[in-house]
Each structure stands twice: as C-alpha cells, then as structure tokens.
C-alpha cells in the first residue's frame, strides 16, 4: 500500500511529484498501479521522459511572499495557478495514456475515462472526460457558462461514469407589446416557451398577431418579438356614423392606413397618429371639407317713402307694392364632420331686377287730447319714472306712468300708439286718467301715490 496524504491536490512545483500522480489516480492508485506493475517513483520517471516541455504559461509578477520563498503560502494565481490547471487538464491525459500502454487498456481506463452526457437546450450528447466535477467536463468539452444560463448540477459537483449535465442558455429578447418595450432573458428555445416564461402566453390565445411564428426558434444570439394585442375600437370618421372595428394596429396611424382612410390636407386625426391604442379605445378623425355652392337669393325692393302733411302721423298707405328680384349667389362654405362652419360670398349675380316699392306716411301731428290736473302727473311720473314720458327699459313697463302693454290697451291706449312710451304726454295722461276713474283713485301706482299722498 501506498503511504500518501488522505485528500492529495495537484502541487504547484513544474516537476511532476507523487502527489500529483496520487491526485490522478484518486482512491483507486493501489490497484491501478498494481496492475500495471509499477510505483510511483517509476511511473513518474515514465511520465516526465514522454512529457518533455509545459505548454506556454504567461508568467505574473511575483508577490514579496514569493521572492522570499515562500511557495506553501502562494495563492492559487500566476505561475503556480498556470501549473495547476495544466496538470489538472494535461496530467491525467498522460498518466492515463502510459498507464493503458503498460496493461493494454482495461481498467485504468475505464477508472479515469468517463462518459458524460450533456443536455444542452433539450439536445443531448455524450462526451467522454477526465474531469471529476461538472466544470472540469464542460471546460474539457470546451463549453462555457454565461452569467444567464442554467447549469445543474453546479460546476462544483462531482460527476462520475453515466452522469447527466443539463445546460439551459439564456438568450436575449427585445418584447414589444402594443408599441411598450422591454428587455428580457430567457431560458427557451422556441417563441411559445418564451411568451410561458414571459407569462405572455394567453395573448396567442386572445388573438394577438406576433412578428415570428410562436413554434419557431429562438436565436442563441437572441432576436426582437413584437406582440401586436387584438383590440376592439371605435371609429368616429368626421360626420359619419361611428364604426366598430376589430384590429392589431399599435397606434392610431396604423389603424387609418390599415382601413385605408385618406385623410385630405385639412383632415386630422384627433388624437395625433403615434397614440397607442387599447382595447375599448375611441378614434376621432375631423374631417374639414371647403366646397362653392350657388344658390337662388330673394332680392328685397327698396322702400321709397312720400310724406303726406295731410295724413295723421302713424298711418302710412302703400302706392306701389313694388316687386323682389331674384340673383344667383356662390358662395365658399368650410364644413367640419358635415357640419358647416363657415360661409363666404365670392360672386352674385342678378337674375332679376327688383321693382322699388313706395308708400306715403302721414306727417300730420294728431289733436291732443285735453287733459286736466296735469301737475299732478307730472309729479307721479317723476316718482315713477324721473319725469322720462319716453322711457322704455325693457322690464314691460312703458312711459312716464309706466303703463304695461295689457292696461295701455284695456282703456284705449292703442289709438294713440302701440306702446304708451311711443305715445305724447297728453295722450298717456289722457289714459291714466281714464284709469283712475274706473277705480276710483290712484290705485295703480301705490307706491308712488303713498308717498305724494295721493287717494287710492
């Protein structure tokens, strides 16, 4: 039996040294060597005469420890971590080699040559390996891990003869969704299982259009998927009735173009053509249209007015009833939605002349009626109206007295003028007095008649 450390690790010396050919061997070392009829000493002579040169190492600065000598304590980087890792790698490609030639295959060969398989993505193969952990077999195969992937077992695990590795990639996703991107790695080799892990998966399912087939494959170097949701929207085209439609537009733009509607110079789309859409969303578009029209007028005859000195003022006789014309007007109307907006006239023309029509007024001042007490008005008028006979302020209430239209009328107003403010003081005296007597006082101003302390 040997006599060597419980745990050997490959040493840091250039030379090949027992523990080293103890780390390759591994607990197996007796029975291995015994078969092939050699010791240790022998099997590192064998070894160093076939290995004659270290491939290229890039030497480091030596730590102060290290020029001092103190190789135990050198940590696991420069020169000694170079050596390491070619006698992790290298070492027991040669120790096995001689160790077949010496007895023919067998057993070394199966202790130290293992068979791997490698599930990479759902693809399988098997690898045949040296190394004892999941690292050493990947970094043998030479498959690197990225900081996105999935490794199980870990790359410290041991991995013995028949051993399962599974290496899941990430890949890189630039997601749109209806014009919102995001940017995400997953784990999946086809867009299906992608949208799964994204949690997108119900959108195939609720009609959405994607910009690659969900069965095809997801590029290891990554790829952009753009999700276009089915949505359900309202189209307001100007005066039109609105219209339902179902789409995968992102924004209001790609709707317009998608339902082929020509918006014209004026035209616009309320909303601007970059607003995202959603399901439920309403779209207007204005539309403003600028048309001539041409239409047949009435062209009123102008009045001439004789006055007769001899007729009553307030009566007029009509002497030629005269006659409309008739032109043909264009203008330019601006209409928005159908509705119109604005009109302007650019031409005319007359069809047919009209004919002026005349009428005599009278001129003559009607006789006053006689009045009595007409100190007396005057002061109520003041009261009532700061003495203005004339005075209409459009609360219903007319003249110097302040008649309202339905008393003017009930004691004969109209003879005199249709409103009492239109007629003479007289004549608006002569119709208060005719008031007062029918109710025996000045009841019909009893503010006023209070305060001058008239009877009511």
Not at 1 to 20: A, N, V, W, Y
Not at 42 to 69: K, N, Q
Not at 96 to 115: C, E, P, Q, V
Not at 180 to 194: C, F, L, N, S
């Amino acid at each position: 039996m040997l006599d060597r450390p419980s745990d050997p690790e490959f040493s840091s010396d250039p030379q090949i040294t027992r523990d080293d050919i103890l780390a390759v061997l591994g607990p197996d070392a007796d029975a291995l060597m015994a078969e092939a009829n050699v010791d240790v000493d022998e099997l590192i002579r064998l070894i160093s005469a076939e290995t004659t040169m270290l491939p290229a190492i890039v030497d480091t600065p030596a730590t102060p420890d290290a020029a001092a000598g103190t190789s135990a304590d050198e940590p696991e980087g420069g020169l000694a971590g170079a050596i390491k890792t070619w006698k992790k790698r290298f070492l027991k490609g040669s120790v096995l080699a001689m160790l077949i030639t010496l007895t023919g295959g067998g057993a070394a060969a199966l202790a130290m040559n293992k068979s791997v398989t490698l599930d990479i993505d759902g693809n399988e193969q098997t690898v045949r390996s040296f190394g004892d952990t999941v690292g050493e077999v990947l970094d043998d195969a030479d498959i690197d891990v990225g900081k996105h992937d999935a490794l199980s077992p870990s790359p410290q695990a041991e991995v013995g003869d028949g051993g399962v590795i599974t290496l899941e990639r990430g890949r890189h996703m630039t997601v749109s969704v209806d014009g919102d991107q995001r940017q995400v790695w997953v784990r999946a080799t086809t867009v299906d299982e992608a949208l799964t892990q994204l949690g997108l998966q119900d959108l195939a399912d609720q009609g959405a259009k994607f910009s690659a087939p969900v069965g095809s494959d997801v590029p290891l170097d990554g790829m952009t998927l753009e999700v276009m949701t089915q949505k359900g929207v309202t189209v307001y085209d100007g005066g039109n009735e609105p219209r339902e439609v179902t789409t995968h537009a992102v924004t209001a733009g790609d709707l317009v173009n998608e339902l082929g509607l020509d918006l014209g110079p004026q035209d616009r789309l309320e909303s601007g053509p970059k607003a995202n859409l959603k399901d439920g969303a309403e779209v207007y578009i204005s539309r403003t249209g600028v048309s001539v029209v041409k239409q047949k007028e009435t062209i009123e005859p102008e009045v001439r007015t004789i006055e007769d000195p001899e007729m009553e003022q307030g009566k007029e006789v009509v002497e030629k009833p005269g006659k409309a014309g008739e032109e043909l007007v264009s203008y330019r109307v601006t209409k928005e939605n159908g509705a119109e907006i604005a009109r302007e006239e650019i031409d005319s023309e007359v069809l047919k002349q009209a004919k002026e029509k005349v009428v005599r007024v009278g001129t003559k001042e009607p006789p006053q009626p006689q009045i009595s007490g007409g100190a007396v008005w005057d002061r109520l008028a003041q009261c009532e109206s700061t003495g203005n006979w004339s005075i209409n302020t459009g609360n219903g209430y007319y003249g110097g007295l302040q008649f309202n239209k339905q008393t003017w009328d009930a004691y004969g107003g109209s003879q005199y003028a249709a409103y009492p403010h239109e007629a003479s003081r007289e004549q608006q005296i002569d119709i208060a007095t005719k008031l007062r007597d029918a109710r025996g006082g000045y009841s019909a101003w009893p503010h006023c008649a209070s305060q001058l302390g008239l009877p009511t």
